[in-house]
């Protein structure tokens, strides 16, 4: 199985500062055949069910603000948010569709300082 | 608008079978080609994939489960199921429905359409 490890577990952002969470794969999520990593990222708020925030590692998902991008590639990946907003107040999870089975990190809990 | 929503049972005793069924509103569960997979968060913990199903009834299960899951679906009602044996608390979770996304004719394992979720609690 792919491990993925998130770093840091919880983070304390200030309002409209930039949040920044980290993604480590065990192995390579880049596909060679066609150069695209296997890496999503998700918010999840209690209560609901997670949202696909970025696919192939920096596609964003239709109607995401564009304060969320995502960067890397291989085995490390970044999710950063520019200007962090109350409402981004969540877990962030990564999830690497490269091979079954489908794994998360551990999430990243995002916090208002 | 597509639509996914779990129902079943919410509590179970250790060792029996934890059954769940995700309804798919909105549109045919068969069309498209897409697969639909549960996932599950135990309290406190991260997501788990538990494994998909297609229309075809054709699966694939995570490793870690596969000798006590079975997935099914049924086409008269749009909609399909898990089943998990011999549980016990560690399967205590917040259990999800969603669906895989598809570019052309290939299928592509990050989910953008999810269910609201349902707890089930395994307890004597």
């Not at chain 1, 990222?41 to 603000?65: D, N």
């Not at chain 2, 009602?77 to 598809?102: G, M």
């Amino acid at each position: 199985d792919i491990v993925m490890t998130q770093s840091p577990d919880s983070l304390a952002v200030s309002l409209g500062e930039r949040a920044t969470i980290n993604c480590k794969s065990s192995q390579s999520v880049l596909y060679n055949s066609n150069t695209k990593n296997y890496l999503a990222w998700y918010q999840h708020k209690p209560g609901l069910p997670p949202k696909l925030l970025i696919y192939w590692a920096s596609t964003r998902e239709s109607g995401v603000p564009d304060r969320f991008s995502g960067s890397g590639s291989g085995t490390d990946f970044t999710l950063t948010i520019s200007s962090l907003q109350a409402e981004d107040v969540a877990v962030y999870y990564c999830q690497q569709y490269y091979s079954v089975p489908y794994t998360f990190g551990q999430g990243t809990k995002l916090e208002i300082k | 608008q597509l639509q996914l929503q779990e129902s079943g049972s919410g509590l179970v005793k250790p060792s029996q079978t934890l059954s769940l069924t995700c309804d798919v509103s909105g549109g045919s569960i068969s069309s498209g080609g897409y697969s639909w997979s549960w996932i599950r968060q135990p309290p406190g913990k991260g997501l788990e994939w538990i494994g998909y199903i297609y229309h075809s009834g054709d699966t694939y299960y995570n490793p870690s489960l596969k000798s006590r899951v079975t997935m099914s679906v049924d086409m008269s009602k749009n909609q399909f199921s898990l089943k998990l044996s011999s549980v016990s608390a560690a399967d205590t979770a917040v259990y999800y429905c969603a669906r895989d996304s598809r570019h052309g004719y290939n299928s592509y394992w990050y989910f953008g359409l999810w269910g609201r979720g349902t707890l089930v609690s395994v307890s004597s």
